[in-house]
């Protein structure tokens, strides 16, 4: 009997929950209503995280799945962040303003592109470039802290034509960040641990806008930092360019069946043959 053709509901489900939190950033922000936009890029994030783990665990990894959820992630964490950005502080410096958000999306589609092209050949400890989630992460916190200390985005917008033009080139940097994958999530912990977490979420549902935007803003600054503590002399390709290991990018060696979406922060799921 000839296997049934169609898609897996569950992963491509959480992935579309996804897409339209990303979508719902954009017409919100159209909207004026820039703190509901910042909230759906970081949901974004939580359904990004869950598609590719749930995929795994109920081993319904497919093609479509990771070519589908690496078209949200460029929704989701490069067009959506951008406009965000650009409808809360960027629309009175004219061409600047949308060039920094340009800036960001084509930084994130080159992200999404090259981590594509790496799966399998790539060090697994380390992303190469700011992950397209924490990118957005960035940009999308700083809207909503502005519009929690009610900040109006036109009177700082060369902080964020700044902040926004950034967080794009360093997804399309050679610094490396932590994936974080070496963390055994399986094992035991001490007790005080548990605590500890549980103290997180107080920080964190205490001032969410601020916390989330100060972690992830430390996150984007610990890939220069450590390259230049690492590295006794920089040189340029340890900012940008091609390293030796990524000669194949565009390499026909790696099958389209091999490339893994973005979900960066989601790490091992790059298995779901379908990862930022």
Do not use: C
Request: glycine content about 8%; charged content about 15%.
């Amino acid at each position: 009997m000839a296997q049934r053709k169609g898609i897996y509901l569950l992963p491509n489900l959480l992935t579309t929950a996804g897409l339209f939190a990303g979508f719902f950033a954009v017409v919100s922000s159209m909207n004026g209503r820039f703190e509901s936009a910042a909230v759906a890029i970081f949901v974004a994030m939580i359904f990004d995280g869950l598609d590719g783990r749930v995929a795994r665990i109920t081993n319904t990894q497919s093609d479509f799945g990771a070519e589908y959820d690496s078209m949200a992630d460029m929704v989701s964490f490069g067009v959506a962040p951008a406009l965000v950005a650009y409808n809360w502080g960027l629309t009175g410096m004219g061409k600047l303003g949308w060039l920094a958000a340009f800036i960001y999306v084509a930084g994130a589609a080159l992200r999404l592109a090259r981590f594509n092209t790496q799966v399998g050949i790539a060090d697994k400890r380390f992303f190469q470039g700011l992950a397209s989630p924490a990118a957005a992460a960035v940009v999308a916190g700083m809207v909503w802290v502005g519009v929690e200390y009610q900040i109006t985005g036109t009177d700082v917008s060369l902080i964020v034509a700044v902040v926004t033009g950034l967080s794009g080139l360093l997804m399309v940097s050679n610094f490396k960040y932590n994936s974080f994958k070496e963390v055994n999530w399986h094992g035991k912990v001490p007790f005080v641990a548990l605590l500890l977490i549980l103290l997180g979420f107080v920080v964190v549902a205490t001032e969410p806008a601020l916390v989330l935007f100060v972690v992830f803003s430390l996150y984007a600054l610990a890939g220069p930092i450590n390259t230049f503590r690492t590295v006794d002399k920089v040189t340029l390709d340890d900012v940008v360019g091609d390293h030796e290991e990524d000669e194949d990018f565009s390499s026909s060696d790696v099958k389209p069946s091999q490339k893994h979406p973005e979900s960066e922060i989601k790490a091992e799921e790059t298995s779901k043959t379908v990862e930022k």
